[in-house]
């Protein structure tokens, strides 16, 4: 379904990415990139650097985060000479784009957008008026994600279930002021959703978080990493009690990461009682720093030579502006009655 289509991945650059993000929404995004430009399409990956500032007002906090979302990338075999590498704000018709967008965009449509009633929500929660800590960039905030969708004459953007409404909305826009100017200005895009990419519990049971603190860390020496996984819930059950290896939180976690082999090795282990806490969670150690060990020497390597990684970013800059400017002019043209 990739054949020949212009692929668009857009990623915060908040929170050090845990292993949930990694096998859910990095690595699957770096595959279907490549599997558009096999044939013949076009891959953009950007890092979401205006989106980052509605949350975190620190700059050395967020120069750090975006260091470390490029080097993940590119760690886990994004190759910055196919794909298009580039970060948000590097491209200024994106802000451009975004101001002709609000004239498009109903107000009703970012009341219902689910970053900003998260935060609402949250609010009422404790007490606190509706819009305590919430600015113009979070309340606008799938508008800019429109704009960096549409820029591009994107067709597919794959990303989580969180973030299909986003995408639904750029549809929306794009289909508005395409009705409005009767012709098609702008592509509308579909989203993508990997049904088989499951989401990575962390090791209380609950969905791997960072803002839960159940994270299985991702490029951290084997140590920490080993301490994450020995965190991992579990019962007082002896080893010879045969288990149903679907309520074993090791086993959940397992599944994520092992073959289909493994996986069958590990719930049979566990059905017969032959296999106890500590050797199935030393069996997702293994396939967890088997699975990351070429990926952290690169990501150590890109995070010491960073001013490689910009050198990517800027010419990545210069291979997406030529799109965006030509949908900004379009835009001009069709808005202005400049044609
Ligand atoms: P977090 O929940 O840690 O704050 P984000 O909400 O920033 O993570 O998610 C970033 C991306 O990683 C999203 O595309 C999301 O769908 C994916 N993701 C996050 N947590 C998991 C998980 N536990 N399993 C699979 N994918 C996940
Ligand atoms: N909102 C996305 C997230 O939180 C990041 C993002 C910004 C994005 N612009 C985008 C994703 C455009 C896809 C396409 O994960």
Redesign the pocket.
């Given at each position: 379904m990739f054949e020949g289509k212009t692929i668009?991945?857009?990623?915060?650059p908040t929170g050090t990415p845990h292993l949930g993000n990694y096998l859910g929404?990095i690595r699957p995004a770096i595959q279907l990139g490549k599997q558009a430009l096999a044939t013949g399409g076009k891959h953009f990956m950007?890092i979401?650097d205006y989106?980052a500032i509605n949350a975190e007002k620190d700059p050395v906090v967020l120069r750090e985060k975006l260091r470390e979302i490029a080097c993940i990338y590119l760690a886990g075999g994004l190759d910055p000479t196919k794909s298009v590498f580039y970060r948000?704000s590097d491209i200024p018709e994106i802000p451009e784009i975004t101001t002709i967008l609000y004239a498009y965009t109903p107000k009703g449509l970012m009341n219902k957008s689910h970053?900003y009633k998260a935060q609402v929500d949250k609010n009422r929660e404790s007490g606190k008026p509706d819009d305590d800590g919430i600015n113009m960039g979070l309340y606008t905030?799938p508008t800019?994600?429109a704009a960096?969708?549409l820029a591009y004459d994107?067709d597919i953007?794959p990303?989580?279930k969180?973030?299909v409404q986003?995408?639904e909305i750029a549809r929306d826009i794009a289909g508005a002021i395409n009705a409005h100017y009767h012709r098609e200005l702008l592509k509308q895009p579909e989203y993508y959703v990997d049904e088989h990419v499951a989401v990575v519990p962390g090791v209380d049971g609950r969905k791997m978080s960072k803002s839960y603190g159940n994270v299985i860390p991702l490029f951290e020496d084997d140590k920490t990493i080993k301490k994450a996984i020995f965190s991992i819930k579990t019962d007082s059950r002896p080893m010879e009690e045969p288990k149903n290896p679907d309520e074993i939180l090791v086993y959940e976690i397992y599944k994520a990461i092992a073959t289909p082999q493994q996986l069958q090795e590990m719930g049979d282990g566990l059905r017969q009682g032959k296999l106890g806490y500590g050797h199935i969670k030393n069996m997702l150690l293994d396939a967890v720093i088997n699975e990351i060990k070429d990926a952290r020497e690169k990501y150590n390597y890109y995070m010491a030579h960073f001013n490689e990684v910009e050198d990517m970013l800027a010419q990545g800059a210069e291979k997406a502006r030529p799109y965006a400017k030509k949908t900004l002019e379009r835009l001009k043209n069709a808005v202005f009655g400049n044609e």
């Open positions: 668009l991945t857009g990623v915060k929404a950007f979401a989106h948000q970053a905030y800019l994600m960096d969708i994107t953007v990303v989580g969180d973030q986003h995408v």
